[in-house]
């Protein structure tokens, strides 16, 4: 490999010439996380015109997209500085990020004609999102009664070991050389801890109640809530589209038009709209399949 290094003051780039299927060049970076942001917008345009070029599984097709992984390391940090000071190691929300990154650096496309800051920022924060849902406490409780429930558990684990029994609140308020209104504040705080399920099983006091879940005396579903985390998912999807693409959605599904007023406004028949509107659904609907893991 013929290598040129440029200054490191303009950038450490080596140019990378002569690859191994023959099918061209493309910037060797020397190391990909020292990239400055603007820089890298430039050269990640430059990396996946090429990756369209490539055959998926080859060493020039991995050293693209591996680049491009490395280069843009810097949108995951950014993104998950907003989630700072929330009590997770940093480390491991940078790396929940970095799941995110990736699966927008496989589904980007230039030809959307869509930056791909804008359209990766998405999809890391959705991911680092995501994280906090699976492993955070079901509900806020401030940090200090987080530490308390902890202290608490050992308390009453060494208690009932020593007095073969359950300790009383004053028993545990003396032992952590508390009072006994914090002991109670802390219990209270565990519950929020773990959630109990709407379909968790309730036995009825008679045979004439059989058993009912829980779901059944905490009021009614809304049904527009589900649509919450679909609209969610489906954002970055749109994003995808191209501009016509987006203004057909538009005006079918938020203005309401028929497929007959759409046709008159793109200069097409009802029926190429109605071809496109069923083109659409079915790439938004892989889509949505695909990020639920169903595809």
């Not at 191994?20 to 990239?35: F, H, M, N, Q």
């Not at 949108?75 to 480390?91: I, T």
């Not at 219990?187 to 008679?206: E, K, M, P, R, V």
């Not at 790439?283 to 169903?294: V, Y």
Request: proline letters at 3%; glycine letters at 8%; charged letters at 30%.
């Amino acid at each position: 490999m013929e290598t040129a290094v440029i200054r490191p003051e303009a950038q450490v780039v080596e140019k990378a010439t002569g690859s191994r299927t023959g099918e061209g060049s493309l910037p060797g970076v020397v190391d990909p996380r020292t990239v400055a942001p603007r820089d890298a917008r430039q050269l990640s345009r430059q990396f996946f015109q090429r990756l369209t070029e490539l055959e998926e599984g080859t060493h020039e097709y991995q050293y693209a997209r591996n680049t491009l992984i490395e280069m843009n390391m810097s949108l995951v940090r950014f993104a998950a500085g907003r989630f700072r000071g929330r009590g997770d190691d940093m480390e491991d929300i940078v790396q929940t990020g970095m799941i995110g990154l990736i699966k927008a650096i496989d589904r980007f496309e230039l030809a959307r004609e869509v930056e791909f800051t804008s359209f990766a920022l998405p999809y890391i924060v959705g991911e680092i999102k995501r994280f906090f849902r699976d492993t955070t406490w079901a509900v806020h409780v401030p940090r200090r009664l987080q530490e308390l429930r902890v202290e608490l558990a050992k308390a009453r684990e060494e208690l009932s070991s020593r007095l073969d029994r359950e300790p009383t609140v004053a028993e545990l308020a003396t032992l952590m050389n508390i009072s006994e209104n914090e002991v109670v504040e802390g219990q209270i705080a565990s519950n929020g801890y773990n959630s109990s399920s709407l379909d968790a099983a309730l036995t009825g006091d008679g045979p004439e109640n059989g058993e009912s879940v829980l779901a059944d005396f905490i009021g009614v579903e809304e049904d527009g809530l589900r649509l919450v985390e679909d609209f969610h998912s489906l954002a970055p999807l749109m994003a995808e589209l191209s501009e016509r693409d987006r203004q057909i959605i538009h005006m079918r599904f938020v203005e309401e038009a028929t497929q007959a007023e759409i046709g008159e406004q793109l200069g097409c028949s009802q029926m190429h709209v109605s071809r496109l509107i069923k083109r659409i659904i079915t790439r938004l609907r892989e889509g949505m399949l695909g990020e639920l893991g169903c595809a």
